[in-house]
């Protein structure tokens, strides 16, 4: 396996290898979910590349970008047991020739954006896209994989793929947990053990919305009030329930293709996370 920092190393090795290349675009940190997506991509490409690198430009003023856990030998042992054939970690000016605040940008639609994590996030998805997009060119993949815990960011570089069409297949991988429900995150690490506690009244929440769905209430308010109970211990950000396919939001009643989404902050720490379910029977 290679350890690549620079994109015209990249390039080149890239164009030595043979057979099909797939991507896990990652900021490191990387966990059983990301371990899950690698070895996904492992099975299904000849080659596999995951790049690891903090995004600058997808982080807001006052979010955690400098804090957030930089552990490159780590994710390089990962990657090196689960198949990988190269993991490319370029620093911030290699990927944007110190030139970040004057970037060509790809802006997904504002009705794509001004909700959900978007809505508390400007830019943050331009960002995304803008290094996804980077990262397709330079390694050439014609499969990525991204995980549905960050729903959002897949529906929209769902779209985006389809509207520049990029010639790359979008691999869709499930949510891990903990044992106990837990989502896995690189956020985790930055909770208490207090707050690890409260942090699974999300889960509960979802899985509870899921099971009073199957036993007939559809009513999004009443479901929505039943979360916000069980997460009486967090700063909800939001509760929204969304058709799966076309992510508008559903006002009135739950069916088969509702996602239910969630993001809340953590008392003590302030950490930002995230879930989701889908409430198909
Ligand atoms: O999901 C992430 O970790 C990031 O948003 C991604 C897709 C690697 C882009 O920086």
């Not at 058709?243 to 509702?258: G, I, W």
């Amino acid at each position: 396996m290679k350890i690549i920092d620079n994109i015209k190393e990249l390039k080149e090795e890239i164009s030595k290898l043979n057979g099909t290349i797939g991507l896990v675009p990652t900021m490191g940190a990387l966990h059983n979910g990301h371990k899950s997506l690698i070895e996904k991509a492992v099975e299904e490409n000849d080659n596999v590349v995951v790049s690891v690198f903090v995004n600058p430009i997808q982080f807001g003023a006052g979010e955690d970008l400098d804090k957030y856990p930089r552990q490159l030998a780590e994710d390089a042992k990962l990657c090196q047991d689960a198949g990988v054939k190269i993991v490319f970690a370029p620093k911030v000016s290699e990927m944007y020739s110190d030139n970040k605040d004057n970037l060509t940008l790809i802006c997904p639609p504002y009705d794509a954006v001004n909700k959900l994590c978007g809505k508390s996030r400007p830019g943050h998805f331009d960002g995304v896209c803008s290094v996804v997009a980077k990262l397709f060119n330079l390694t050439k993949a014609k499969k990525a994989y991204f995980g549905q815990k960050d729903a959002q960011q897949l529906f929209i570089i769902e779209k985006m793929v389809k509207d520049l069409n990029f010639d790359i297949d979008i691999i869709p991988c499930p949510i891990v947990r903990e044992d106990d429900g837990l989502a896995l995150s690189s956020r985790n690490k930055y909770l208490t053990e207090k707050e690890r506690k409260i942090a699974l009244s999300i889960s509960k929440a979802l899985l509870n919305t899921k099971k009073l769905f199957n036993s007939g209430i559809n009513d999004i308010k009443n479901l929505t009030d039943t979360c916000l109970e069980i997460m009486s211990e967090l700063d909800v950000e939001y509760i929204e329930f969304v058709d799966r396919n076309s992510f508008e939001f559903k006002q009135e009643e739950a069916d088969n293709d509702t996602l239910v989404l969630i993001a809340a902050r953590t008392p003590e720490t302030h950490t930002r996370l995230i879930d989701n379910i889908v409430l198909c029977k």
